[in-house]
């Protein structure tokens, strides 16, 4: 172990990095429908060209949402958003025949 790791231990990756992915889904809020829709299709981590495909709609335009959502939720990359697409499915999944809304885990979980 190195001497910083020693000196951190065992403490909350949340607390050590000073974030907290599901605390802020309150962000959430500033997507579109059509955004969360890409948003939750992210998370289960499909590439843009399936992702076009299932949405009928231009590889360029998935591209354009997944810019605007990575932007709306402050984030950096695609990967950070898929992560709180997992994280906040309950949040953002409107199907109450979802097994997230039975159980409070996202499918697959």
Do not use: F
């Not at 499909?46 to 402050?74: F, M, P």
């Amino acid at each position: 172990m190195t001497e910083r790791s020693d000196a951190v231990g065992h403490a909350c990756a949340y607390r050590r990095m000073g974030t907290h992915p599901v605390r802020d889904s309150w962000k959430l809020k500033r997507l579109t429908d059509r955004e969360r829709e890409v948003l939750l299709l992210v998370g289960t981590g499909v590439g843009n060209r399936a992702l076009a495909r299932e949405l009928g709609i231009a590889e360029r335009t998935v591209k354009a949402h997944i810019a605007r959502i990575v932007e709306k939720l402050e984030q950096q990359t695609r990967l950070q958003v898929a992560v709180l697409a997992v994280l906040a499915h309950e949040t953002l999944c409107g199907d109450l025949r979802c097994e997230c809304h039975e159980t409070g885990v996202p499918p697959g979980a």
